[in-house]
T-cell receptor, first 115, second 115 residues
Framework: KAGVTQTPRYLIKTRGQQVTLSCSPISGHRSVSWYQQTPGQGLQFLFEYFSETQRNKGNFPGRFSGRQFSNSRSEMNVSTLELGDSALYLC??????????????FGPGTRLTVT | AQSVTQLGSHVSVSEGALVLLRCNYSSSVPPYLFWYVQYPNQGLQLLLKYTTGATLVKGINGFEAEFKKSETSFHLTKPSAHMSDAAEYFCAVTGGGGATNKLIFGTGTLLAVQP
């Protein structure tokens, strides 16, 4: 069974640009969550989606947005990039949005560098 | 609000020695607690979780953790360290009431294993 796939794995962008990151969950998984990982702030929750609906959103500015498609694939978008957006963006999928019952499986992440 | 605190950002042990990684939590509701491991250039992998029931939880790779409500702790242990255990370890707690996949992570502990 294929794991969580994130594309691209590495990305370099310039300040002011926008970027779209993609996450394909494990087959059959309908819940997708996104996290930002930086040396300074650690792992921070961005979004949680289930059945194309955003269920939770972390404390990030409106420049960060996301969506989930009917096939459970998810994308996140960051507009007007800032240097501080440089991070590893991790996606996790699970069967349903309940971490007490269903294990979340993490992808390898997308490493975004903003110059 | 919920949070976790990991004491010691870097821990070094000798191969064969006891591994003890500390995690304390703060939660206004009964917490669900998790330990994840991250190897270089990879996503996170679930080691173990505590939801309800038995307070001593056994996970993969010989790790275990004990939920102690009186001490608000969930420390991770392994009796004998192996070189392959060198990685970063994250303690996490669920982000609030109700079913969710939102995780609040600690700042991580980097475990080094010396030969």
């Amino acid at each position: 069974k294929a794991g969580v796939t994130q594309t691209p794995r590495y990305l370099i962008k310039t300040r002011g640009q926008q970027v779209t990151l993609s996450c394909s969950p494990i087959s059959g998984h309908r819940s997708v969550s996104w996290y930002q990982q930086t040396p300074g702030q650690g792992l921070q929750f961005l979004f949680e989606y289930f059945s194309e609906t955003q269920r939770n959103k972390g404390n990030f500015p409106g420049r960060f947005s996301g969506r989930q498609f009917s096939n459970s694939r998810s994308e996140m978008n960051v507009s007007t990039l800032e240097l501080g957006d440089s991070a590893l963006y991790l996606c996790a999928s699970s069967l349903a949005p309940d971490s007490s019952f269903y294990e979340q499986y993490f992808g390898p992440g997308t490493r975004l560098t903003v110059t | 609000a919920q949070s976790v605190t990991q004491l010691g950002s870097h821990v070094s042990v000798s191969e064969g020695a006891l591994v003890l990684l500390r995690c304390n939590y703060s939660s206004s509701v009964p917490p669900y607690l998790f330990w994840y491991v991250q190897y270089p250039n990879q996503g996170l992998q679930l080691l173990l979780k505590y939801t309800t029931g038995a307070t001593l939880v056994k996970g993969i790779n010989g790790f275990e953790a004990e939920f102690k409500k009186s001490e608000t702790s969930f420390h991770l242990t392994k009796p004998s360290a192996h070189m392959s255990d060198a990685a970063e370890y994250f303690c996490a707690v669920t982000g609030g009431g109700g079913a969710t996949n939102k995780l609040i992570f600690g700042t991580g502990t980097l475990l080094a294993v010396q030969p």
